[in-house]
């Protein structure tokens, strides 16, 4: 073995003792309870407006002035979002559900057994860089066991601050994206309280003569909603799908870089 081969060994393995040195889970749980935080308040966005969708679909909001009958159905505008929010409703209770597995993780990776045992195991790794009498298959599996139980110890850690990260770095359009999912709550709502009520002869007449403009706001606000449920959906399986799987490509490219003989 080269002086330069023992050297960067010796580096490896003095970063290994470091990390195991140092925990992650106070500093990790923080993170993660600000992106349950976020996850969970979307979340309930969500079903709110998919619980006063649901309520409009199926319902029609009639005005009858001077006996002429006109007709809403609001229910088929708001069908298409309907059927998208709960489609994001159930990818952020996976989300919420992924955060919680990944909370048991960096738990168990900052057990003080397991950190210990991979000090102990660098320190010995590189008291045999020392030792020739050592044959260096044995010496580089032992090594290599350090370095991927290291590196199995960081990766969701590592997930988490980049997750983290993206979803700060994208939250001014996840707030204008909840905002329009709120005022379409609001605007479904009173369409609710208005079809339950009883309308006078002369709202009536004047409702009527607004019944166009009324159904073409139901179906911008639908429209903008479906926008704003369409980009949630996007940041969240970029978020909580797609990074990790990239991560995880990166992982395993990486640790069969370190199982080559």
Not at 111 to 123: M, P, Q
């Amino acid at each position: 073995m080269t002086k330069l081969h023992r050297y960067t060994f010796i580096g490896l393995l003095l970063i290994c003792i470091v990390l195991a040195l140092v925990p992650f889970e106070d500093k990790i749980n923080t993170q993660l309870t600000h992106m349950l935080t976020v996850t969970l308040a979307v979340y309930a966005v969500a079903r709110g407006l998919n619980a006063v969708v649901s309520m409009a679909q199926g319902t029609e909001l009639s005005i009858e002035p001077l006996g002429v009958g006109v007709t809403l159905a609001p229910g088929e505008i708001l069908d298409p979002l309907n059927d998208l929010i709960e489609q994001v409703s159930t990818v952020l209770l996976v989300a919420s559900a992924s955060i919680g597995v990944q909370k048991i993780v960096v738990a168990m990776g900052d057990i003080d057994t397991f950190r210990w045992i991979i000090v102990a195991l660098s320190l010995v790794s590189m008291t045999t860089l020392f030792i020739k009498r050592i044959p260096s298959k044995a010496r580089n599996i032992l090594i290599k066991i350090v370095l991927i139980a290291t590196l199995l110890r960081c990766v969701v850690p590592i997930m988490v601050l980049v997750t983290n990260y993206t979803q700060e770095w994208l939250s001014y359009d996840r707030e204008q994206a909840i905002t329009v999912l709120v005022n379409t709550q609001q605007e479904v709502t009173v369409l609710n309280q208005s079809n339950s009520e009883n309308q006078s002869w002369f709202e009536g007449v004047k409702n009527s003569l607004d019944i166009d403009a009324r159904l073409e706001a139901v179906k911008q606000q639908a429209e903008q909603a479906i926008e704003a449920s369409i980009y949630i959906l996007s940041e969240f399986v970029l978020v909580f799908v797609l990074l990790p799987i990239l991560l995880g490509f990166v992982l395993l490219f990486v640790m069969r870089k370190l199982t080559v003989s």
